[in-house]
């Protein structure tokens, strides 16, 4: 089956730095992917959809300039979290469309700002 | 625009009993439906999905839905819990045209008691 990877698993970092969170299809390629923000006990935030080759599309009310997004090849997309701060603190979580009905979901990272 | 309402934010169950989770969607549009479940501090495995055809769709684990046209419905069952099967659990919809892109219910935790 299709397999979503994501790097890392769980990141702390000291507030006012950035941080760079992968999501790779290990065994697809993927011209779409989808990036979602789950705070705790709460569902899933669709953040932006990223497309390879061209610029990201964000959700209403998501800050672009903050989480950078970055499709640069068909396996590998990328959110950055720039200049994060404690309220960024979340589960982020990656799926890559497969096909023209369904999406693989990644295992998600856990992001702790202190 | 699609929306997803889980109907029970709680589920207490005894183990070996059956279960239900209650999902209702609504879209202009056809959609493809999905349900999800997460363990703690983990990703979103599938359990099962309904893209087309017949409406009784079977999934892992022993979990099944029924997609219901006329009702918006996709309520997840299951004849006989398991200790493992406590977690947490989303409902998803997505619609035909923009496949992959994802609106989730807010979850349903089941907990199965001994």
């Known amino acids: 089956g299709a397999v979503v990877s994501q790097h890392p698993s769980w990141v702390i970092c000291k507030s006012g730095t950035s941080v760079k969170i992968e999501c790779r299809s290990l065994?697809?390629?993927?011209?779409?992917m989808f990036w979602y923000r789950q705070f705790p006990k709460q569902s899933l935030m669709l953040m932006a959809t990223?497309?390879?080759?061209?610029?990201?599309?964000?959700e209403q009310g998501v800050e672009k300039d903050k989480f950078l997004i970055n499709h640069a090849s068909l396996t590998l997309s990328t959110l950055t979290v720039t200049s994060a701060h404690p309220e960024d603190s979340s589960f982020y979580i990656c799926?890559?469309?497969?096909?023209?009905?369904?999406?693989?979901f990644g295992q998600g990272t856990r992001l702790t700002v202190v | 625009a699609q929306s997803v309402t889980q109907l029970d934010s709680q589920v207490p169950v005894f183990e070996e009993a059956p279960v239900e989770l209650r999902c209702n969607y609504s879209?202009?549009?056809?959609?493809?439906l999905f349900w999800y479940v997460q363990y703690p501090n983990q990703g979103l495995q599938l359990l099962l999905k309904?893209?087309?055809?017949?409406?009784l769709v079977k999934g892992i684990n022993g979990f099944e839905a029924e997609f219901n046209k006329s009702q918006t419905s996709f309520h997840l069952r299951k004849p006989s819990v398991h200790i493992s099967d406590t977690a947490e659990y989303f409902c998803?919809?997505?619609?035909?045209?923009?496949?992959?892109?994802?609106?989730f219910g807010d979850g349903t935790t089941l907990t199965v008691k001994p």
């Open positions: 799926s890559a469309r497969v096909g023209s009905s369904e999406a693989f």
């Open positions: 998803a919809v997505s619609e035909g045209t923009n496949a992959g892109k994802s609106t």
């Open positions: 990223s497309n390879e080759g061209s610029k990201a599309t964000y």
């Open positions: 879209s202009s549009v056809s959609v493809y």
């Open positions: 065994d697809f390629q993927a011209t779409t």
């Open positions: 309904y893209l087309s055809g017949s409406t």
